[in-house]
């Protein structure tokens, strides 16, 4: 019976992706705790501690919207 078979239609690309959603939400808190850090960091005055917080966030920011 050809004709009980279920439909594998393809989801039209307007369906909505939890991964970008997920993604989205991580990237904006990465964001926030950058800025956050950076300005606690500069506050007490650690120069080398603002560097590191600048470039791990700008990584994950840049891994996250590779994905």
């Given at each position: 019976m ?26 904006i ?6 800025i ?32």
């Amino acid at each position: 019976m050809s004709g009980m078979e279920p439909s594998r239609r393809a989801l039209p690309s307007s369906a909505i992706n939890p991964h970008r959603g997920v993604m989205g939400l991580l990237m904006i808190v990465v964001f926030i705790a950058g800025i956050a850090g950076v300005v606690v960091a500069l506050s007490m005055g650690h120069a080398a501690a603002v560097l590191s917080i600048v470039l791990i966030a700008f990584g994950l920011i840049a891994a996250a919207a590779i994905c």
